[in-house]
């Protein structure tokens, strides 16, 4: 990856996989809604049908939480990956020192979006002091998680999820003091 940066507000980015170019991320907006559902759907189905079945495949993608999705976008808890084109192709959710949800495009998966997008949140929740990020992955994401340095929690397995948490990093300053 090259050309990135981050602050408060957006990231812009751009791969060297040829798929995807240029990306932001950025809060979400109510107008994304539509869009993040589509992506959400996306996600489900490229990758859950390797754990789960399909009767069950079919109840997560029918699960819809326009409510609760649109109060967190008003609350500012979510951030979307905006490509150059302007589409929504993942998005994250974030709770109190945690990750409620990440969801990414089938199309754009294992291009380094996913891992971007949680670094940027993992470095806001390290920002506003958190020590530890938790998130409670789908069993078809657990390697994911594992790759982006999160450890599973012993005993924290339900039959849909596990339990995960990374320890961050102490944020340097610009003089390389930890904050």
């Keep these: ?3 990135i940066q981050r602050n408060r ?25 539509e869009s993040m559902l589509k ?18 495949v079919v109840a997560w993608v029918g699960k819809r939480k326009d409510e ?20 929504v192709e993942a998005w994250v959710q974030a709770k109190n020192k945690g990750v409620e949800g990440l969801y ?15 670094l940027f949140i993992e470095k806001l929740m390290a920002q506003e002091g958190a020590g530890t990020v938790s998130l409670e992955a789908s069993l078809n994401a657990i390697e994911f998680y594992k790759s982006c340095g999160y450890t ?7 039959k849909d999820t596990q339990h995960m948490e990374k320890v961050l ?10 904050q």
């Design 1 to 3: 990856m090259s050309g």
């Design 9 to 33: 507000r957006e990231t812009w980015g751009h791969f060297l996989n040829p798929k995807v170019m240029n990306f932001r991320i950025e809060l979400a907006k109510l107008t994304d809604l």
């Design 39 to 56: 992506t959400r759907k996306s996600a489900i189905l490229a990758n859950a049908h390797s754990i789960y079945s399909e009767d069950e």
């Design 68 to 87: 609760e999705i649109s109060k967190k976008i008003k609350e500012g808890k979510i951030r979307v990956v905006r490509l150059s084109s302007g589409g």
């Design 104 to 118: 990414v495009a089938g199309k754009h998966q294992r291009t380094g979006i996913g891992r971007e997008l949680l």
């Design 152 to 158: 599973e929690l012993p005993g924290k397995r339900s």
């Design 169 to 178: 990093l102490p944020l340097k300053s610009a003089h390389g003091i930890s």
